[in-house]
């Protein structure tokens, strides 16, 4: 018995092994699912990067769908989506608020002037504290929020041109259809 214990022990590490290979060929290991899917957003109230007098609330924006996009200058990940929502945040039909992250308010201004502002607003979360109601897990994070506060979306990482025409254009299409 004592000699086939490590012969027992082999098979057992390579069985395991080979279970997390199998896992990860098919399982996206960035999909993280969200509990909040298709729950009520977290209520938030953040000031306007241009002017923090000015706040944007979850209630202000009931009556309309929306895409929150979780970004900060600091995000290498940003930088390679900035370019996509420049190019397509508009075509998108509805209305794209710019979350910035845990950033410094003068950086994410002069960050938006070098790139470009495909925003309609801008909110702040510099202390990240509103983020860990929404399960924000870093940046760029992207959450779609029906006219009723729902979520319906959550995509984590950068936007590209496939993941928005083959995720997110259908997700806002079907948000559509349930809207009378």
Not at 129 to 145: K, N, Q, R, W
Request: hydrophobic content about 40%; proline content about 9%; glycine content about 8%.
């Amino acid at each position: 018995m004592m000699r086939t214990m490590p012969l027992l022990g082999f098979i057992l590490l390579t069985a395991l092994f080979g279970f997390g290979i199998w896992w990860n060929s098919h399982h996206d290991p960035r999909e993280v699912p969200s509990p909040l899917i298709n729950k009520p957003a977290p209520a938030f109230v953040l000031p306007q990067l241009d002017d923090p007098s000015h706040r944007t609330s979850k209630a202000a924006m009931l009556g309309q769908p929306y895409l929150v996009n979780v970004f900060a200058s600091w995000c290498v990940a940003c930088g390679e989506e900035h370019p996509v929502l420049m190019a397509e945040g508009r075509g998108l039909g509805i209305t794209l608020i710019g979350y910035n992250y845990k950033d410094d308010p003068t950086d994410a201004k002069a960050w938006l002037a070098q790139h470009g502002n495909p925003y309609d607003q801008v909110i702040t979360d510099r202390s990240g504290h509103t983020a860990i109601d929404f399960g924000v897990y870093g940046a760029p994070e992207s959450f779609l929020v029906d006219a009723r506060g729902v979520i319906r979306y959550k995509h984590i990482g950068p936007f590209t041109a496939e993941v928005i025409a083959t995720e997110l254009a259908p997700a806002i299409a079907a948000l559509r259809k349930e809207t009378p």
